[in-house]
């Protein structure tokens, strides 16, 4: 089975530019939440969403949106990108909205903003 | 005081030693505990997870985890130069939506 895919995979963008990363899921899950990785940090929540609706959002600018689509893929889109934008962006994959809540993430996206 | 906090590394270790990570977390309605791999460059990989105090063993790997003391941790047992890596523990506090709180990592180095 195919795991976690997400694209593209490395993004050079400049300041003030918008983005759009992408993310498909494990097939027969529903469940996706998008996380930031720094260097030399621990990734960072951003969002969950499950069933195409937002289901928690973590500490960040509303320059950060994201959505679901009805095959339980999603996009993370980042507006008037920042230097500190920069990071490594990860997607995460779940069977369902809690249960054990056991998450997979994909290779990642690799965002540089110039 | 930080959410969830790892021991500081890096943490270097013989080729075929029990290498131990440990971490701690503040939030006593956490329910679930995970330990992800990550590669230099790459996204983390998960390889342990754990809901009940006690042990749970994994080929090499054993996770212990003491709600009581709000602590968790990760044995590797027979350390390979291959897990030479930065490990990530993850706490999951169990309400309505699905946010995984990761500490900062521990580097592990295993040298031959």
């Given at each position: 089975d195919a795991g976690v895919t997400q694209s593209p995979t490395h993004l050079i963008k400049t300041r003030g530019q918008h983005v759009t990363l992408r993310c498909s899921p494990i097939s027969g899950h529903k469940s996706v939440s998008w996380y930031q990785q720094v260097l030399g940090q621990g990734p960072q929540f951003i969002f969950q969403y499950y069933e195409k609706e937002e289901r928690g959002r973590g500490n960040f600018p509303d320059r950060f949106s994201a959505r679901q689509f009805p095959n339980y893929s999603s996009e993370l889109n980042v507006n008037a990108l920042l230097l500190g934008d920069s990071a490594l962006y990860l997607c995460a994959s779940s069977i369902g909205q809690i249960s054990y809540n056991e998450q997979f993430f994909g290779p990642g996206t690799r965002l540089t903003v110039l | 005081q930080k959410e969830v906090e790892q021991n500081s590394g890096p943490l270097s270790v013989p080729e075929g030693a029990i290498a131990s990570l440990n971490c701690t977390y503040s939030d006593r309605g956490s329910q679930s505990f995970f330990w992800y791999r990550q590669y230099s460059g790459k996204s983390p990989e998960l390889i342990m997870s754990?809901?009940?105090?006690?042990?749970?063993?994994?080929?090499r790997f054993t996770a212990q985890l003491n709600k009581a003391s709000q602590y968790v941790s990760l044995l590797i047992r027979d350390s390979q130069p291959s897990d030479s890596a930065t490990y990530l523990c993850a706490v999951f506090r169990g309400t309505s939506y699905g946010?995984?709180?990761?500490g900062q990592g521990t580097i592990l180095t295993v040298h031959p």
């Open positions: - | 754990i809901y009940s105090n006690g042990d749970k063993e994994d080929g946010k995984l709180t990761f």
